[in-house]
C-alpha cells in the first residue's frame, strides 16, 4: 500500500509562528491576571501578579505551550485560595 503524506506547512515552528504563539500566550496570561484580580479581592493586586509570575515562571522550559494558561491559571488559583483563607 502506497501512502502519500500530506506535506508540513512551511510556516509551521518558523520564527514568526513562535512569535505569535508568545503573543497569544502572554495574551492569556494577562486576562488571567485581571480575572483573579477581580475573583481575590482581598489580595493586593500586587500580590496576585506575583503569584502569576512565579506559577508561569514554572514553565519557561516546557516546550509544549499550548497548555499553558490553563496549567497556569490551576495553580495560581489554588496559591490565591490558600493567601485568601489566610488573610479572612
Do not use: C
Not at 43 to 54: D, G, L, T, W, Y
Not at 65 to 85: D, I, N
Amino acid at each position: 500500500m502506497d501512502v502519500t503524506w500530506p506535506r508540513v506547512d512551511p510556516r509551521v515552528n518558523t520564527e514568526e509562528s513562535k512569535n505569535v504563539a508568545q503573543t497569544t500566550e502572554q495574551r492569556m496570561i494577562d486576562q488571567l491576571l485581571e480575572r483573579l484580580v477581580t475573583t481575590h479581592p482581598t489580595v493586593p493586586p500586587e500580590r496576585v501578579a506575583e503569584v502569576v509570575r512565579a506559577v508561569h515562571a514554572q514553565f519557561d522550559d516546557r516546550p509544549l505551550r499550548e497548555y499553558v494558561p490553563l496549567f497556569v491559571e490551576r495553580g495560581a488559583k489554588r496559591e490565591l485560595g490558600q493567601l485568601s483563607t489566610i488573610d479572612a
